[in-house]
């Protein structure tokens, strides 16, 4: 945006004297505004109105969105430093699964309890979760099926057990494997609940370390 001052004589007024007149001017992406001082103003006051309205609605939006998630980062920084655990197991449970981005974390209490009145190791239930399912990430949806229980029909056709929430699915799990394997966990637990003919030969190692980074 250009602005430019004129003087210059004006001889159509009636008489013999010239009259000196001032035209003001403005350019604008190359529009050129001849005018009164007033007019341009008002021009100028309009367009940085203008330009408020578009700008200054944007930067608060901004503004707003990188409060709200200062804040959520704030409370959730919080609410991990406030949860305590009465078990010291549920808390490396916890801590194991969150790591892991597992929905599975907040039942760590459950997983825990669960085990104990099944008789098997607490690392077991969230252990088998890790390999079977990226510990409850990549699951048939609405299944809360973490790992890899299957139903069989009357046809004896199979297929992936449905649980109504997570909280069931820990709580049959865990049963599962206090009724069919007791203290023979993971080292023969691949030859009924994942025979090699379906798993990869890696099963057993794989959830054994995983119950040994929990521990």
Request: charged share 20%; with cysteine; net charge neutral.
């Amino acid at each position: 945006m250009k602005y430019e001052s004129l003087t210059y004589f004006d001889l159509n007024k009636a008489g013999t004297n010239q009259h000196k007149r001032h035209v003001h001017s403005m350019t604008i992406m190359g529009i050129t505004l001849k005018t009164s001082s007033w007019v341009l103003i008002a021009i100028v006051l309009t367009l940085l109105a203008i330009a408020s309205m578009i700008i200054l609605p944007h930067k608060w939006k901004d503004e707003q969105i990188a409060r709200l998630e200062s804040g959520f980062k704030v409370y959730a920084a919080i609410e991990e430093r406030e949860r305590t655990f009465s078990d010291s197991r549920a808390e490396k449970v916890y801590k194991f699964l969150k790591e892991h981005n597992s929905p599975l974390a907040q039942y760590a209490e459950l997983i825990v309890s669960e085990a104990d009145i099944n008789g098997i190791p607490y690392t077991l239930v969230p252990a088998i979760a890790g390999k079977e399912s990226t510990f409850g990430r990549h699951i048939k949806p609405g299944s809360h099926n973490a790992w890899g229980v299957m139903a069989w029909d009357k046809a004896g056709n199979r297929s992936i057990r449905v649980f109504n929430s997570w909280q069931e699915g820990i709580v049959f799990e865990a049963k599962l494997l206090g009724d069919n394997y007791m203290t023979d966990m993971v080292g023969g637990i691949q030859t009924r609940y994942c025979p090699s003919f379906e798993c990869s030969n890696t099963w057993t190692n794989d959830v054994t370390g995983f119950a040994e980074e929990m521990k």
